[in-house]
């Protein structure tokens, strides 16, 4: 497991999510990915938990209710 988060911000997310990956953060794909990464049996989800931990976990799925919320 990760020892330390990928991203220490939300900033940080948002700028490598929007612009890097070049992925329009829009209310629906948010909903989408809170709903799979709070799904512990999903694939994606239990590497994810095994890579970078619980807590890394919990400050992302925080990031995408963020983004959902505000739009930004």
Known sequence: MATA????TYEEWHEAITRRCGLTLT???????IRALSDPKDASTR?????????????????????????R
Not at 27 to 33: D, H, I, N, P
């Open 5 to 8: 988060d990928y991203f220490e």
């Open 27 to 33: 209310k629906t794909f948010c909903e989408e990915r």
């Open 47 to 71: 590497d994810f938990v095994r890579l970078y931990g619980e807590g890394y976990l919990r400050k992302v799925i925080s990031w995408f209710e963020r983004a959902a919320g505000t739009g």
